[in-house]
């Protein structure tokens, strides 16, 4: 029954357009009742997003389920990973409602609210990994806002691509520059003193070896 | 009477809530007619948020101005302390509307917008910057909601406890956060090859010298 009325829900979007569909045009195609409708769906939006719900709660259980041991930064990439797979799993239907929210704002207003839970989630699974920084907080938003414009990135390329490729693939590689860029100062015990422990040393290729230990030496201080 | 419809608007808003006030209680209060609010602003929750669309405008500006020798990272981010000082010029309207926003979803929802916006526009004077480079437009993509995350952290800390402290030093200390994780890589030049040009080294402190040389060698690579 849900799948009939998202079916039906999308026949009437890609035939008269969103706005001049009604929830009644929806439950008539589909041969139901409006009660049946609202069993399944909130509102008219929700039809046309009906997987994040089950997405968002598969998430914050897989963050739930993180050990102390797993890197956090890397877990939620991974759980970001899931969002992608819902996506990828159905390009068809992907691509239709890609360019359904693109013409619908709002659409892009209901997936703007969606995309901020999924980093709330996100943020809120990376400060208790992160409670015991100095910085904690600040790091748990920047990492996770970081990590939905990584992903949002890779999904709205493979969108545009109109479902051709791998988005695995392209997430694999957006996220991977995330993760370079926000997992290395952390090591999985994460101690409060760790932060100032760690010393970047970002040189050239050409730049004299002399030099990069004075850097190094600099970046170190007294002992 | 553009300030006196904004005053009137808060003043109801605060007294009887948000939902519970219409535009014609907003301009009977006021003293003027409809159509003069309707010249100011384009719906009920314009008048909640009235100086976003100059502070955007703004920022486009800025952002414009910028010439090649300026670092992308450190010009985003100045241009996101132009909506800090926004909100830091005055705390007391500030710290109401953040109220209020809380407590009803449809300023929240039209609140998420308007960070789109400035994160969007962020991302394409950083997608012009980045041009040169292969990962350029997940690069711009990555920075500008890094840079949103952290300002955004810092005007919520300063909103939280009242207005009270120093919003500007807050936004300081985050976005610094961000600049030293993405400014560094980028040099004003920004020639394609720069970014297998930089080589990254993250030790510890107690690392003993031999090892950082070692790392660093197998960093940098032959010749």
Not at 62 to 70: H, K, V, Y
Not at 99 to 114: A, F, M, Q
Request: with cysteine; charged share 25%; glycine share 6%.
């Amino acid at each position: 029954m849900r799948d009939a009325l998202i079916a039906a829900a999308f026949q009437l979007f890609l035939e008269r357009g969103y706005e001049q569909t009604t929830i009644d045009d929806i439950v008539s195609l589909a041969g139901v009742g409006r009660r049946s409708f609202f069993r399944y769906f909130p509102s008219k939006e929700d039809v046309v997003f009906p997987d994040h719900e089950q997405v968002l709660a598969d998430m914050t259980a897989f963050l739930q389920e993180s050990e102390d041991a797993d890197d956090p930064v890397v877990r939620v990439c991974d759980a970001a990973r899931l969002v992608l797979r819902m996506y990828a799993e159905n390009p068809t239907f992907s691509v239709q409602r890609y360019r359904l929210t693109k013409k619908v704002p709002g659409l892009r207003t209901y997936e703007l609210s969606v995309v901020r839970r999924y980093e709330h989630t996100l943020a809120e699974y990376l400060r208790g990994r992160f409670a015991a920084r100095r910085d904690g907080v600040l790091r748990a938003s920047v990492v996770a806002a970081s990590v939905v414009a990584a992903h949002n990135h890779a999904l709205r390329s493979w969108l545009r691509a109109n479902g051709q490729g791998d988005a695995e693939a392209e997430a694999d590689h957006a996220l991977a520059y995330v993760t370079a860029a926000w997992a290395s100062g952390q090591s999985p015990s994460g101690s409060p003193e760790e932060e100032d422990d760690v010393v970047i040393v970002i040189t050239r290729r050409r730049t004299p070896m002399w030099r990069v230990v004075r850097d190094v030496e600099a970046g170190l201080g007294p002992e």
